[in-house]
């Protein structure tokens, strides 16, 4: 059982990671860490708002201040804490020689930092794999490394767009329109009930620009060294984002329109399903105990996916595309629908986990 | 006061005619029609669903079933029937010589027909004008026409790209993806709870299609002969729709980019705003009743257009548009909010018929 | 024109006042007041959640502090402060001889303070007219004095009570049960999103308790004396609440169970229903430029009423009764919808205003 | 295994049947059953609402008509079928010697069929036994038989106050208004979207009375024969409900006051928890696979039970009570949740289901 640590675990994000934690064979949380106002009281009081009631486990545990040295012995912290709190502490973390995987958004754009969806590039890993191993090879303890994950309606996106890239060449132009759910916004108070009942917020701070720039690393191949990425220009890929919020607790719904780089090679409507039906992730293939049957599902019936009926696939690390059909701008058009919470967010984390803990590098 | 009759006077386009109109200064309804099931009974015991009850005045009508000569003295009609209906009856009426608005799809997209959006192209109405002209220059009886209502969501498209074509030239590309409001799939069932409840329905049937087609005969001009249309070809526009169904009761939410034809004059963002506010459409400098204040309004918070805060906007009748900015594949993106049931539907009807009579058509 | 001051018109509550107020005959708002944080700026610049926009004609009004030398001239004032605020602010504007009609909680229980549902009982405004006259009488100015609006689920439950208890006697328990709406609790953050899609949340701080006992002040006749109350004890009316939120923006459906204290002359239902719709309120009779033309509604139809449809009859002045019934437990049961914004706060205050008014109070 | 056949297995109750079924350790559906117009068609043709997709085992069945002799070998039917079916089809089946567990309302009332909510009154289930028994002790083949599921809104009712009445002695009053989920109503149509977005609905046919006449079945005591129901009198136990709709996909809402029939015999508020968090079914203490680990959660928060976060405890056949405090008119109130597609249904019924096959009724 590797040892976890989880940084703002009292958070809506660190609630997450904890509950999914709560079952796993092969994580155990031993230090869950919080801001000092809520350090050193039981975490059985924090006010859960996740699921019914604090997993019996966690009730009775410290929570301790997120603070290296009170990590001692956790083989991986997951960070669910704010943008504001997240720079100095998950530094301060790698620093001590900690593996951080994490949800915020500070450290996603750092050259040395693989921006992942565990079920997408988990090859960018490698650059961590060339670190760990040259270490060891000097005979070095594993040096301390973080891995981010995405901003949830960027997960959504890359899913099938990947598959596609990797099979019929570069992808130019991806336009989206998101409909997002409320529970990525937080708890307290998140998106506001006024805001959200009859009604749709056209504007999420920062979403658009995190989805036109985060696909450019997630989509863009290790480089030549093998320790940094050779991100995408915009003449190589260029995303068009409208991201809106919509009256829907979990789950991303996005009507995504793209286009093919090399138009001598453009895939027929039904190789292009063949190509996300039959694709299969490296976490899937090396049996990571999240890992999803199929990355993806292509649906058939017109009115689907659907947030309530198609959310939970896979426990949430299965993506779904609908409403595969020709586009008359773009080449193809599609609705995708992904786990917010899970291939979005705390859910990815663990995968993350998991794919580093198959890969020995934690 | 023109006398009106309504047809398809129980549905939900019916009872919001009759709603819009239960107040209106030049129009006064004198006959309600439907199917022979409710023919005969008192309007009031419909089951009214708009508002709180039928109101006083038409309780006591006798409906009547939808044959031309039981709507005798009708200078009039506006039809809410449903398409399955509206085929043979609205026919029977232009044959009989009544003028006919009508909110169905049946002859949207006939040659003869007008399909009007009365802020954006209300000069359409000219190949009536000339028939009608010719035929009293006969010494003829006005003779029987027909004006279409769009669908709802291609009305909230084209009112802002209407300003923008007349004064930068030609628009080339549109890519929309709606967010519907449920009020326009009716009462009975409509949408269903379970379909809408913490969800979204990816899927509108035939939408899609009557945008990418209405959005060219709209925005088309008149032809030489002023008796008909040049339809837009798909070299020159070309429309690309996404169209879903969320939690909102009015209003629908329309994520639109576009590019415009000639590139030597596309326009800056300012002046795009400036275009949009100063627009002013015919309706209006002709003082008809139900024409907006303004026909657009561009806001500049950017959480905004939201179909709560801004759908009723001048009764309905002018339509928001925020969110203008640089689009890095098309020229600009916006979010475009309009009132579906009035500027999408029987609103659009009842302002058509204004037009009409300013015009001296009926 | 009686000239209007606003405290705390950048709330919720205040923001409301002044929509209602905008395009009132009799009274014109002269000065908005917010805390020393707003103070000094533009209205308009207010974050405006009620509607699309801060009306024109108050957008360049001056904030000031809630001070009573910053709101001379006023003939009175209308306070949507909170109830951290409202205790010594309130005060201290009686104290300089202003009067005050306060949406907040804080004085409602104070003996010399009329606690009004004004389609109830403003005959309570007795014991002020009183204190004037005499004041007047010895050639004093008018005293300063307050007036508090009840809550906004007591002023649902004592409309239809109260013509009951005239016609029949006393009331001797009630037992509720209401289903509240979200605009009550204010935007920022009010409820949060995640706590009332696909939810209830079965619990408002202090609800019931304000419930149980502003009724019974509100249902109290005047003391013999002309100058207080005499309120009910638990012997005379006993009632029993259960508060929760659901998700409707506006207008709380009570479900009440009541039953009358003398069991010879307990009336037939259609008694019950002929008395509630017969029944005019003072307001009414003087012409209260927003009293409603019927106090009560009484509906048959089985499933109504409904917050959609009902909520806003005579502008939200009127309240829906339906399902007037036996009850087994008590004598009868019934289904109440109040607006509660209109009644049930922003509106009712401006409705005792105009009975000051028309009482000549101000 | 015990072979399961499920009548009316394409209607919404039915696939819920199905869902639970599908990873049941004791029982294996082997016939599925529907209107003549799905006979002959596979099983995976049908449109599912319940989760993203039709189990694949059940994907190539054929459906059957609803005829006893297409259920041979089948130990245990399931009937989902809508009452205007259930009535003739469900007799043919318990003629022709088949145990028929039953979500349809018509037999409930029938004096020698079990009403049963299976942590309630699992005991009722003595007079089949005693059925069985006799047949079986001359010789014959068990008889058939059909045992009643209760209404999803009486099961959550009558789950707290079982243990109460048990401990306590007779409940004499009681007083409830629900706020009831739309699941229950179906999917095609079921509830209509426009009325329940922004809305409350205060009416659900027949539900009111259902509630208060079949506490008085569940809640009574077996007959001195044994073989039938000793039901409780309009004197015994008076129970007034007002049943309503609300925007929640599951899980019904019930505010609840009662009050003891033995004035002496009142216990206190911790007694009253006490006996609610001690209670524990037959059906748990049998080890039944559904059974609940507690069958009552006390919960303290004020703000709890809430549907979103308490309706899947124990898989949905644990019941939440919460907010227990004294009534001013009854003894006691508290707040309810209850899973209604679950305990109170298809869940219900494949409890009772494990309960017979426990008893060596199948």
Request: glycine share 8%.
């Amino acid at each position: 059982m590797a040892k976890v640590g989880i940084l703002g675990a009292t958070g809506s994000v660190g609630q997450r990671f904890l509950l999914l934690l709560s079952e796993h064979p092969d994580f155990e949380v031993s230090v869950l860490g919080a801001s000092s106002r809520s350090a050193g009281s039981k975490y059985g009081k924090t006010t859960w708002r996740v699921s019914a009631e604090v997993p019996l486990k966690y009730q009775d545990l410290i929570i301790k201040e997120c603070k290296p040295e009170n990590f001692k012995g956790c083989d991986i912290i997951f960070s669910g804490l704010d943008a504001d709190a997240a720079g100095d502490i998950e530094k301060s973390f790698v620093d001590a020689g900690f593996c951080v995987v994490s949800n915020a958004k500070n450290y996603r754009r750092s050259p040395d930092v693989p921006l992942v969806v565990p079920t997408v590039n988990s090859e960018h890993l490698s650059i961590i794999e060339k670190r760990v191993k040259e270490a060891r090879a000097k005979g070095l303890k594993r040096p301390g490394f973080q891995v981010c994950i995405s901003n949830c309606s960027t997960a959504g996106l890359v899913v099938p767009l990947k598959p596609l890239q990797d099979k019929f060449g570069p992808i130019r132009y991806v336009s989206v329109t998101t409909l997002q759910a409320i529970s990525g916004a937080g708890f307290s108070p998140g998106t506001p009930g006024m805001d959200i009942l009859d009604n749709v917020i056209p504007y999420i701070s920062g979403e658009e620009d995190k989805m036109e720039w985060e696909a450019k690393k997630i989509l863009c191949p290790v480089n030549k060294e093998g320790d940094g990425f050779a991100l995408l220009s915009d003449d190589q890929l260029t995303v068009s984002a409208q991201c809106t919020r919509v009256a829907v607790s979990d789950g991303h719904t996005e009507c995504v329109s793209f286009k093919f780089k090399d138009r001598d090679s453009v895939p027929t409507l039904e190789q292009v399903k063949d190509c996300l039906r039959n694709y299969q992730c490296e976490a899937t293939k090396l049996g990571c105990h999240s890992a999803p049957k199929h990355s993806i599902y292509v649906l058939e019936d017109p009115d689907r996916p659907q947030p309530r009926l198609d959310r939970n696939r896979d426990a949430g690390f299965g993506v779904s595309v609908g409403r595969l059909r020709k586009d008359p701008i773009f080449d193809y058009k599609m609705v995708v629908l992904s786990h917010n919470t899970i291939i979005g967010a705390a859910g990815s984390g663990i995968l993350i986990g998991e794919l580093l803990a198959a890969k020995n590098l934690l």
